[in-house]
């Protein structure tokens, strides 16, 4: 179950599903509220936001993710434990909250690892490629539907070694990393969707084993 970053503290009632549509169950899972880290940074406004030219293609991505992330595929495409994109470790948190210029931004949903340009990123587990394009804020970027609600955003790319409609297992190389779109340096940027939920990609690496 996925708890996106937005959901309020509370109780909720959770009901469980076979594929098809067989009831498991009920139950009531209890969201607590949880502190992120915060950064202030001034930064050319350029940067920031996007200059009136660009805001039609920006709406029109957002538009397109929004569509992916509620059309995945029925059944599972991956087997096994998901693995790091790359060997590095993350330096920036998920959940995180950036302040640029005063003005507070969307908080943080993904990882983000100091790779050096040109290093391999390894598909962290099986599924099929449904975008592999460059975007306006995450540049070359790929999303793998794992199945079953579950997707993998990789972002800032240098180059792609898949294209869409591929199906990849775990830990095939699918491109390299870079600098692409809205960043200041060469890093991987990885997200994870569980049910149209933001959630930790490192929790994943440690629930889905």
């Given amino acids: 179950v996925g708890i996106d970053l937005s959901v309020v503290p509370g109780k909720y009632s959770v009901s469980f599903e076979t594929t098809t549509g067989r009831r498991l169950g009920q139950t009531t899972i209890i969201v607590t509220s949880k502190s992120f880290p915060t950064r202030r940074l001034t930064v050319d406004p350029d940067f920031v936001n996007p200059p009136p030219a660009a805001m039609d293609r920006v709406t029109r991505e957002a538009a397109e993710l929004a569509e992916l992330w509620k059309a995945p595929a029925a059944e599972r495409l991956w087997d096994g434990a998901f693995v790091a994109p790359v060997a590095e470790t993350a330096n920036s948190s998920f959940g995180s909250r ?18 050096p340009e040109g290093t391999p990123i390894h598909a962290p587990s099986g599924g099929r490629i449904v975008l592999a394009r460059d975007l306006y804020f995450t540049g070359n970027t790929i999303v793998i539907d794992h199945g079953l ?22 830990g095939q ?37």
């Fill in 98 to 115: 950036s302040i640029f210029n005063g003005q507070a931004r969307t908080p943080h949903g993904g990882a983000d690892f100091p790779s």
């Fill in 149 to 170: 609600g579950l997707f993998s955003l990789l972002a800032h790319l240098s180059s792609f070694a898949v294209h869409e409609g591929d199906r990849i297992d775990a």
């Fill in 173 to 209: 190389i699918i491109g390299k990393v870079g600098a692409t779109g809205r960043v200041t340096g060469p890093h991987l940027h990885w997200a994870v969707r569980a049910a149209d939920a933001r959630v930790d990609p490192l929790s994943v690496l440690a629930i889905l084993r």
